[in-house]
């Protein structure tokens, strides 16, 4: 008779450890097995660039330079909106190469935002915008109003205006690209990875292998 008790090949190790149980090196271990995974797409990292562009104030310049621009109380204003908000349609994006998000760039104070774009109030009345997605990033166009009505002088200062405005734009473009990449790198950080075992409850074996 076969002795079930001696007999290896039935024998399993169902032993799991949570990640607070491992030791510092199997610790070690676990996170960078997780983040391994997760350049492979697994651990729920599959959906972190959507994460990431999913965010109403994506778009909007920093605390900072709104502050700068229109001082301390701007939130006012505002009204615990964004200046710049994300209606979050069509985004498309390459870390490092492009951005177009002309159909989700939601523009909530049209006189905040042509005055942070640096347009002198005086010749908000004659200008019209719209975005586009030409090239690498998304673009803002302008247009004189009732330009045939306006005095040569005039139009020239609005020109003006308008062409630093353009490249300010172009600019705070590539700053939103920079700012989604490192929003995306920081979710490969120890700091996040422990946070993202810690609420899904992850479970490793002794040596911080991972158990799926």
Known sequence: MINLKNFSLFETDSESYSFEDLSPDSKKKAIEKIRDGMYKGEFGAYDIPDWVID??????????????????????????????GNSREGITYETGIYLNCSKALDINNTEMFLGWLGISPF????????????????SIEFEIENYDELEPERIKRIEFYLERAEKKFQDHMKRILKRIES???????????????????YKFDKEGNPLQ
């Open 55 to 84: 965010d109403d104030y994506l778009f909007e310049p920093t605390h900072q330079e709104l502050t700068d621009t229109f001082g301390p109380n701007y939130t006012e204003d505002l009204k615990d909106s964004p200046m710049i």
């Open 123 to 138: 010749y908000w009345e004659d200008v019209y915008f719209e975005f586009r997605d030409t090239g690498s990033f998304t």
């Open 183 to 201: 929003s995306i790198d920081a979710q490969y950080e120890d700091s996040e990875i422990i946070e993202r075992i810690a609420s899904n409850n």
